[in-house]
């Protein structure tokens, strides 16, 4: 595996951008909540501004959700250059059908107008996402992946129009697409791109989530640090060349980027969502981009010359847009100086997460053992009872010993393990019966002397959820802050190994 390349770097000042305006966006970020956990931005290829809030880090991969979308259609874009797809082929026969049991007799007969470019722009003919109609039958009743294609289910939904005449942001289109990558490819996804995209571009450890059978879903779940994102920005805002190197055609990248077939129909669509639909890409009031649930994002700015990528936690992407067209496009190409840039520097340099600081008591010394009870709805937002986890996870032994509580979690899924204490961040790995495992990092501590509560970040996605315990009624209680994707059950989270 090529080793990681970095981003050449300079003072924002150096390539026309005053600083200030980048330190005016991460300030309004913060008081508007939007709970960041990555920033960088580059300017004519040279890196102006990075910074991850602590705990998170620049060498941690994270959950992209959607930008995953952008990885897909670039491997589409690779083999189109290739000349072993072309946009106009028929999913239909791009699909390994010796693996499938549909008989093809019973297939909506607009299945079979459905082309590459109808998956690539989100035109397949459903009105609405239909991932969960069409994959219902995925999982037996005791929760266990079917012994089915997800292929074979998703066909057995009817197109509700003609491929082409309607825009509806869909899942199923770009499952669809991995699986016609790995087929014609005879690789998987990430397979295909390593040597063709992830080594040319130095973008280092990438994993992905998959089906039961190990396909990459490619709509979503591909694990990447912020870096990868702001590489492939860069890309596409070259035209496809890297450091004078040709890795896309110029060609995929001006159809990528404009919008294709029919406007977003939503009329509560945010300004930002309802500009049209490229490859892969929403096309925005400025310039273009990849983007994933919670705040995952890859803008591209070709006007400007200039690309951002961006990992969060928040459910109003559009806030963070808005903010970052009010503070920093207004910056590019108005003069800055060095001392804008030594400020923003320093405030990068010590970005942390929001949460809440604790000066604990004194911890009740030995080992208590204790049921799950409903805590979490009777303490502030953001840690609601709509994201509590599911009530199999029942039990909990807590033990006080030096300073640190060690909390011992017994799911069906397994048995699992915090460390905490209350002023630094303590790893562990929760390791799940299916071969997936999921760092976490606690803290926290005794906020009264009978009530301990403990933030918990499942550190390679966005998302953090809540311990509290109750010692006097000998009950605890567990809540995701921005429940996941996958369910509250945080087995799904991480992706197999």
Known sequence: MTHAIAFPTAPPSSVGVDAAGIHRFVDATERAGCDLHSLMIAREGKLIAQGHWSPYTADRVHLLYSCSKMFTATAVGLLVDAGELDLRDRVLEKLPWWLLKTDRSRIDPAWFDVTIAHCLSMTVGHDDDAWRRGTEGAFAADGKSADVDWIDLILRTRLDHEPGSTFAYNQVATYLLSRVVAHVSGEGLLPYLRPRLLDPLGIGRVITQTDAAGNALGFTGIHAATDALLK?????????????????SADWVRRARVPFGPSNRDPQADPDWD?????????????????????QFAIVLPQQRTVVAMTAETVDMQRILDLLWEHVLPAIDRPG???????????????????DEVDPFDAPAGEHRWVRAELI??????????GRFPEHWSDATVSVADGRTTVALEAPVGAFELTVTADTWTQTTWTFP????????????????????????AIESPHRFRF??????????????????????????????
Not at 282 to 294: Q, T
Not at 340 to 351: E, G, H, M, Q
Not at 434 to 456: E, I, K, Y
Not at 470 to 490: C, H, K, Q, S, V
């Open 232 to 248: 492939l920005a860069q890309l596409y805002l070259d035209e496809g060349v890297w450091r004078g190197d040709r890795i896309l």
């Open 337 to 355: 100086d060095p001392e804008a840039d030594a400020t923003l520097a320093d405030r990068l340099s010590t970005l942390t997460l929001d949460i």
């Open 468 to 497: 509290v315990a109750d010692a006097e009624t000998g009950t605890f209680d567990l809540g995701w802050r921005l429940p996941p994707l996958t369910g509250t059950e945080p087995a799904l989270l991480p992706p197999r190994m």
């Open 275 to 295: 500009q049209g639909y490229g490859f892969g890409l929403w096309c925005a009031r400025h310039g273009y981009r990849g983007d994933g649930a919670f705040g």
């Open 377 to 386: 709805g009777a303490q502030v937002d953001p840690y609601s009872g709509a």
């Open 434 to 457: 299916h071969g997936a495992s999921m760092p976490v990092l606690a803290r926290g501590g005794w906020q009264t002397p009978t009530r301990f509560v403990a933030d918990v970040i």
